[in-house]
T-cell receptor
Framework: GNSVTQMEGPVTLSEEAFLTINCTYT??????LFWYVQYPGEGLQLLLK?????DKGSNKGFEATYRKETTSFHLEKGSVQVSDSAVYFC?????????????FGKGTKLSVKP | GAVVSQHPSRVICKSGTSVKIECRSL??????MFWYRQFPKQSLMLMAT?????????EQGVEKDKFLINHASLTLSTLTVTSAHPEDSSFYIC?????????????FGNGTRLTVT
C-alpha cells in the first residue's frame, strides 16, 4: 500500500544552520505531496506542496522538490531560525477529489537553538 | 484562509465515561471532514471520514461503536469516544477541505489531547 517514510528525529540545529529532512514515499499512480508543520500546542498547517513530478514547493524559506525517479520529497531550508522549531510531517494524497485524504509520515521534531 | 476549530483542546476523563469532541469549519461549509488519531512519536492515522447527512466511513480496524461520529450540519462534525479506557488516550485531530478545491490541502483543527485515567 501507499506509505511515507521520513527521517526520524529529533533534529537539533543551531540558528542559521542548513536543514534537510528526508522523505520518501511509496505510491501507485501520481500522488500529490505535502509538508505540514505542527508548532507546539497547535494543529497542523500546510507548509508547502507539489502536485506533479519536478514541481518545487516553497514557503517561508523552505523548499522541497517532487522527485519521481527517487520517490522523494526532501524538505530543505538554507538558514533555520528558532521560530522554525516544530514537528514536520511529510504526507501524500492518494485519492483525488473531495474524498481525498492524506497518508502521513511519523513526523520529525526540529529544535533550533539560538 | 479557511479555519477549522476543534474543541476541547484538552480533556481528562475517567475510565468508562464518554467524551465528545467537536470539529467546526468556521468560514466554509464542509460536506466531508476527516478524523485522525496521533500516538506519541507516531504518525497521524486516519480513523474515519465524516459525511454530512450520512454515515461515516471508518478505516479498517477502527471500532465504529466505540468512536461515534455525527456530521449533523455542514459546519459541525463530532467524535464521541464511548466508554473510554486508558488505551484511548491519544491526540485526536480533525480536518476538512474547502469544497470544490479538488486535491487541495486539508485544513486542520488544533487537536484534542484526551487522557483517560
Amino acid at each position: 500500500g501507499n506509505s511515507v517514510t521520513q527521517m526520524e528525529g529529533p533534529v537539533t540545529l543551531s540558528e542559521e544552520a542548513f536543514l534537510t529532512i528526508n522523505c520518501t514515499y511509496t505510491a501507485t499512480g501520481y500522488p500529490s505531496l505535502f509538508w505540514y508543520v505542527q508548532y507546539p500546542g497547535e494543529g497542523l498547517q500546510l507548509l508547502l506542496k507539489a502536485t506533479k513530478a519536478d514541481d518545487k514547493g516553497s514557503n517561508k524559506g523552505f523548499e522541497a522538490t517532487y522527485r519521481k525517479e527517487t520517490t522523494s520529497f526532501h524538505l530543505e531550508k538554507g538558514s533555520v531560525q528558532v521560530s522554525d522549531s516544530a514537528v514536520y510531517f511529510c504526507a501524500l494524497s492518494d485519492r483525488g477529489g473531495s474524498q481525498g485524504n492524506l497518508i502521513f509520515g511519523k513526523g520529525t521534531k526540529l529544535s533550533v537553538k539560538p | 484562509g479557511a479555519v477549522v476549530s476543534q474543541h476541547p483542546s484538552r480533556v481528562i476523563c475517567k475510565s468508562g465515561t464518554s467524551v465528545k469532541i467537536e470539529c467546526r469549519s468556521l468560514d466554509f461549509q464542509a460536506t466531508t471532514m476527516f478524523w485522525y488519531r496521533q500516538f506519541p512519536k507516531q504518525s497521524l492515522m486516519l480513523m474515519a471520514t465524516s459525511n454530512e447527512g450520512s454515515k461515516a466511513t471508518y478505516e479498517q480496524g477502527v471500532e465504529k461503536d466505540k468512536f461515534l461520529i455525527n456530521h449533523a450540519s455542514l459546519t459541525l462534525s463530532t467524535l464521541t469516544v464511548t466508554s473510554a479506557h486508558p488505551e484511548d488516550s491519544s491526540f485526536y485531530i480533525c480536518s476538512a477541505r474547502v469544497p470544490g478545491q479538488g486535491n487541495s490541502p486539508l485544513h486542520f483543527g488544533n487537536g484534542t489531547r484526551l487522557t483517560v485515567t
